[in-house]
């Protein structure tokens, strides 16, 4: 038997987790519900609870301030969120799992099933100081890049770059404005430089950012057409990575 807490701003959120988990999974006993992060984090401290409902954004303390303060961790994480699927990637490439708002009666019951699973082998918690991290990056302001220009350095946002494209020792930067910049580093630089931030490797050549994906075609690799037309292929090499991003 788990024992758990649920910690949610929302009061109704709380109220309605609790209902389901009694009702959907028996092996799992609700010990605490919290409407604040502090008086969660104190009920961790007291309590030692198995696992814990948790919700990202909260007044005065987020997900990720309250687990830097449970050192070492020895418990498991469900976050819920009501982020969208891109900001969530992070949560599946580090193999921790979420529910999305409203929690979906199966998706719970999975979600508590394969942490109870990941549990067995203390799989989970190896994994929540790595979420922390790339969480806080991915869902912190997008930062600016620095892209030369004849005149001196032109400041993007990261969420304006549609994709990155290789070639030789440059790499070609492709905006949604259709601008198209020339930085003198490799793609593997680049992507360094774009980690966490939904850019996704598909192509020896591409690096394509998951926001400006419209569809995936199936193939032998395949291809992605991009939201502005354009397409992309997909190399088999990185086909399994990309599927695995946007499969849910």
């Known amino acids: 038997m788990l024992r758990a807490i649920i910690i949610d701003d929302e009061r109704s959120c709380v109220e309605t987790l609790a209902i389901e988990?009694?009702?959907y999974c028996p092996d799992v006993t609700v010990v605490g519900q919290y409407t604040s992060a502090p008086d969660g984090l104190k009920a961790i401290q007291s309590l030692q609870p198995d696992l814990v409902f948790l919700d990202i954004e909260m007044p005065f303390m987020n997900a990720f301030e309250l687990l830097e303060q449970c050192h070492p961790i020895s418990f498991d994480v469900i976050f819920v969120t009501a982020y969208d699927q891109y900001a969530v990637r992070a949560f599946d490439v580090n193999a921790v799992d979420y529910l999305l708002k409203p929690v979906q009666k199966l998706k719970l019951i999975d979600a508590v099933n394969k942490t109870a699973q990941k549990r067995e082998h203390g799989l989970t918690r190896t994994h929540l100081e790595a979420i922390v991290s790339t969480i806080r990056n991915a869902t912190s302001p997008l930062p600016n890049i620095a892209l030369p220009t004849i005149d001196g350095y032109e400041f993007v946002k990261v969420d304006q770059i549609m994709y990155a494209e290789a070639e030789s020792n440059y790499t070609h930067i492709h905006l949604v404005t259709r601008k198209k910049h020339i930085l003198?580093?490799?793609?593997?630089?680049?992507?360094?430089?774009?980690?966490?931030?939904?850019f996704v490797r598909i192509h020896q050549s591409?690096?394509?950012?998951?926001?400006?994906?419209?569809?995936y075609m199936k193939g032998a690799g395949g291809y992605v057409i991009l939201t502005d037309g354009s397409t992309l292929n997909v190399s088999r090499t990185y086909k399994s990575r990309l599927l695995q991003l946007i499969r849910r």
């Open 184 to 198: 003198s580093r490799t793609l593997k630089e680049v992507e360094a430089m774009l980690t966490g931030h939904h």
């Open 206 to 215: 591409f690096l394509v950012n998951l926001t400006h994906v419209s569809k």
């Open 21 to 23: 988990i009694r009702a």
